[in-house]
């Protein structure tokens, strides 16, 4: 099992940016591909961000396609989401989450899902106002 720990969260202004971060610890974390997750009040868990193992393959939905970017730093167990042109739709609890197999295929069909994943952080909560 993985604990993550995600920080980073606040409130900013539409068009502004942030930077979350997920810190890990437990099993190798660098072998693991990352995801992050959003979920606002009533609305469903969405897909925002998945990172492979090496950190050499990553895949987005088009709602954050050119405005997010994930990244990891395997030598201090950290993934991060940089957030860019923050629009009030992007307001939710984000959620990173680590794979439950090692060295998996990063694809978007398979990593956009929550089933793929085996431990998740408790969120950090990103609200944007308008």
């Known amino acids: 099992q993985v604990q993550l720990v995600e920080s980073g969260g606040g409130l900013v202004q539409a068009g502004g940016s942030l930077r979350l971060s997920c810190a890990a610890s437990g099993r190798q974390f660098s072998v693991y591909a990352m995801g992050w997750f959003r979920q606002a009040p009533g609305k469903e868990r969405e897909f925002v961000a998945a990172?492979?193992?090496?950190?050499?393959?990553?895949t987005y939905p088009d709602s954050v396609k050119g405005r997010f970017t994930i990244s990891r730093d395997n030598a201090k167990s950290t993934v991060y989401l940089q957030m860019n042109s923050l629009k009030p739709e992007d307001t939710g609890k984000y959620y990173c989450?680590?794979?439950?197999?090692?060295?998996?295929?990063?694809?978007?069909?398979?990593?956009?899902?929550?089933?793929?994943?085996?431990?998740w952080g408790q969120g950090t909560q990103v609200t944007v106002s308008s």
């Open positions: 989450a680590a794979d439950s197999v090692p060295m998996r295929t990063l694809t978007y069909g398979s990593h956009s899902s929550g089933d793929m994943y085996r431990d």
């Open positions: 990172i492979n193992w090496s950190g050499r393959s990553t």
